[in-house]
């Protein structure tokens, strides 16, 4: 058995990320899934710049705090604090923080299976 308590303040932040990134996955062991805390300033992105899609990875976006917005073909979403948003497979987005925000956003992300299936979304 095991069980974790985390302050994701004290996770160590990922590289290469446009945004603050806090991977608890990572630090607790998770293999099905993968949770991150996003600390995303106004002008950021998360999880990577640009619209993508994932083969099979479900994934949601739940805003703890701040305003999250959401990029697809189709339309934009603007996602306000204490709302989820879910991408499911094959369905292109782009999260991020509008440059002329005047809050930083808070989100926890979690995408399932834990896999890394991101593509780039080329129309």
Known sequence: MGYHVVDPDEVGLMRDSPSETNSISDATGLENMGLRVYTVDPGEDIPY????YHDEQEEVFFVVSGELRVETPDQMF????GQFFVAEPESPHRAFNSADSADTARVIAVGAPSVQDGHRYEP
């Open 78 to 81: 603007r996602i306000p604090q």
């Open 49 to 52: 710049a640009g619209l993508h």
